[in-house]
C-alpha cells in the first residue's frame, strides 16, 4: 500500500466520498484527491463540489466517467497510467463501482497490468445495516432491483430461503412496490428504510415489510433510499 504522503504514479486509486454530508471523507482520501494527476468522475459537477469544500486544487486532468461513455473514459484512464499519472476514480458518492460506473474500467486497467489501490470510506449499505437493528453477521448486498413487477419478484425469490440479511437500493418512487413485493415474497419480515443517510432530513423508517409499505404508500417518499430486510430465520 503507498503511504499517503507520497503517491505512486501508475496507479488507479479507487476513492470513496461522502454520501451526503460533506465531513464524511477520509484524510487519505482527501490526500489522493490533492496530490492526483488526473481524476475521473461520475458527475464532475458533484465532484467539483467536493473539492470546493476542502480547498483541494482541481487536478490536471478531469474527466467524466458515467455508464454512458465507460469505454472511451476507460481507454483514457489507461493511457494516462501508461504515462505514469496517479489516477483517482470517484463516483457520486460513497464507494465507486458499488450500484455505481467503474467496473469494465476497473477491469481493463487490472487486464494491462496496473495496481489498483483501495481508498476506503462511506458506503450507503453498510451505513443502513449499522443503524437497521437486523442481524449484521451476515448480509447480502443486491443493489438495485428490477423495476418491473415480475422481475422484481423472481429477483427477491432468490433469497427467500437464505438466512442472511438483504441490503438494497431504489427509487423513492418505486420503494412503496418493492415492500409490497418483497412481503408477499419473502413473508412479512422485519425491514429498515433509511432515507437520505447522513443528509441533514435523514431519517430511519423501522416496521415489518407490509407497514413500512403502507407507510410508504400513504407518504410519497423523496431522497434516496436504502432498505434492509431480515433473512429467513424460520428453522
Given amino acids: 500500500m503507498t503511504d499517503a504522503g507520497d503517491l505512486e504514479g501508475g496507479v488507479l486509486y479507487v476513492v470513496a466520498t461522502p454520501i451526503g454530508n460533506m465531513e464524511d471523507v477520509t484524510l487519505r482520501a ?18 467539483r463540489q467536493l473539492l470546493t469544500r476542502h480547498e483541494i486544487p482541481r487536478p490536471r486532468t478531469l474527466l467524466s466517467l ?57 458506503s450507503a449499505a453498510l451505513a443502513a445495516l449499522a443503524v437497521s437493528a437486523l442481524p449484521p453477521s451476515s448480509f447480502t448486498f443486491k443493489g438495485f432491483p428490477p423495476r418491473k413487477p415480475g422481475p422484481r419478484k423472481r429477483f427477491l425469490e432468490a433469497d427467500a430461503e437464505a438466512p442472511h440479511t438483504l441490503i438494497l437500493f431504489e427509487s423513492p418512487h418505486r420503494v412503496a412496490k418493492l415492500l409490497r413485493d418483497a412481503a408477499e415474497v419473502l413473508g412479512d419480515r422485519e425491514a429498515c428504510v433509511c432515507v437520505d443517510l447522513t443528509k441533514r432530513f435523514e431519517a430511519t423508517h423501522r416496521g415489518t415489510l407490509s407497514a413500512l409499505a403502507d407507510e410508504f404508500d400513504g407518504a410519497p417518499a423523496r431522497g434516496e433510499m436504502t432498505v434492509v430486510i431480515a433473512g429467513n430465520t424460520r428453522s
Fill in 30 to 47: 482527501l490526500d489522493v484527491l490533492r496530490q492526483c494527476d488526473a481524476l475521473a468522475a461520475e458527475d464532475t459537477r458533484r465532484t
Fill in 66 to 122: 458515467h455508464e454512458h461513455n465507460e469505454e472511451h473514459s476507460a481507454a483514457r484512464i489507461v493511457g494516462l497510467l501508461e504515462g505514469g499519472a496517479r489516477v483517482a476514480l470517484c463516483s457520486d458518492a460513497g464507494t465507486p463501482l458499488v450500484s455505481d460506473p467503474g467496473y469494465r474500467t476497473l477491469r481493463l486497467v487490472v487486464e494491462r497490468g496496473f495496481r489498483v489501490e483501495p481508498v476506503p470510506g462511506a
